[in-house]
């Protein structure tokens, strides 16, 4: 009986363990944000592949896969060479051959994770551990890392044009400013036409950090008129735009926008 006792003790010991990273637990939501937040992803999820993604370019740029180790990770698929890396790192594993790029990464792997690339040991509510992790806590725990190994990136600002559904736009690239990038595991349809602070290598938008600005600011752009229709163009990608506003100045000039409209011709 006495034993029975202290096991008992020592379950509810595991199941009340305090999360003790400073970052605030955010709401597992899968959809990205809306309006005009100006926090980038407080309502999003991470997959594993953007999970696995993130630590290769912070942590393993130069590494390389030997083998696809995984029955659902396509040669031809984005997250390929990121899946096998951190599996063949000890750094994220698979259930039985399958690494399960498209499901969100967990608070108790990303604990897990984190632990492995060498960040701080993080403790967790015992309650929380199965489900998915915010993407701003998760980016918040990855640059805490990144501090603690003493490594510095540089972060650019740019505004979006468009993203990978806009017309002659290439599927996970988007048009900026500064010109064109892949962004593949990110959300970006909420950032159009606002200025965002993000990590690049490699013309691969890494994450995204903040929002910096709700307009975008571009130059160069070619205004036509088709049918009643205005058309602005950057870099070969044409959007639609609400010019109710304002008159509009065609050929090629500078402009800002908001919200799909074109604000300001610059």
């Not at 399960?100 to 993080?122: C, H, N, S, W």
């Amino acid at each position: 009986m006495k034993k029975i006792i202290q096991a008992l003790l020592i379950c509810c010991c595991f199941l009340f363990v305090s999360c003790t990273y400073t970052g605030e637990n955010k709401a597992q939501v899968i959809d990205e944000n809306n309006g005009e937040s100006t926090v980038y992803g407080e309502n999003m999820t991470v997959s594993r592949a953007l999970a696995a993604k993130m630590i290769c370019c912070l942590f393993l740029d130069d590494v390389k896969p030997s083998q696809n180790n995984f029955f659902d990770v396509a040669e031809d698929m984005w997250y390929f060479d990121y899946a096998n890396i951190v599996f063949e790192n000890n750094i994220m594993v698979g259930n039985n051959g399958f690494f399960k790029p498209l499901e969100p990464i967990t608070y108790l792997e990303a604990m897990k994770v984190i632990k492995r690339i060498g960040g701080d040991e993080v403790d967790y509510d015992a309650k929380n551990g199965d489900m998915p992790i915010s993407y701003t806590l998760w980016c918040s725990m990855v640059e805490d890392t990144l501090e603690k190994k003493g490594k510095s990136i540089e972060y650019s600002e740019i505004s979006i044009f468009a993203t990978g559904n806009g017309e002659a736009a290439e599927v996970m690239t988007a048009v900026t400013d500064k010109g064109i990038y892949r962004y593949c595991g990110l959300w970006l349809e909420s950032c159009k036409d606002k200025k965002i602070k993000a990590y690049i290598l490699n013309n691969e938008i890494v994450f995204i950090s903040d929002i910096v600005s709700e307009e975008g600011t571009f130059e160069g752009v070619n205004i036509t008129n088709e049918n009643d229709i205005v058309w602005a163009e950057l870099l070969g990608v044409k959007r639609k735009f609400d010019c109710s506003l304002m008159d509009i100045k065609y050929g090629e000039c500078g402009i800002k926008t908001k919200n799909g409209a074109i604000i300001e011709i610059l």
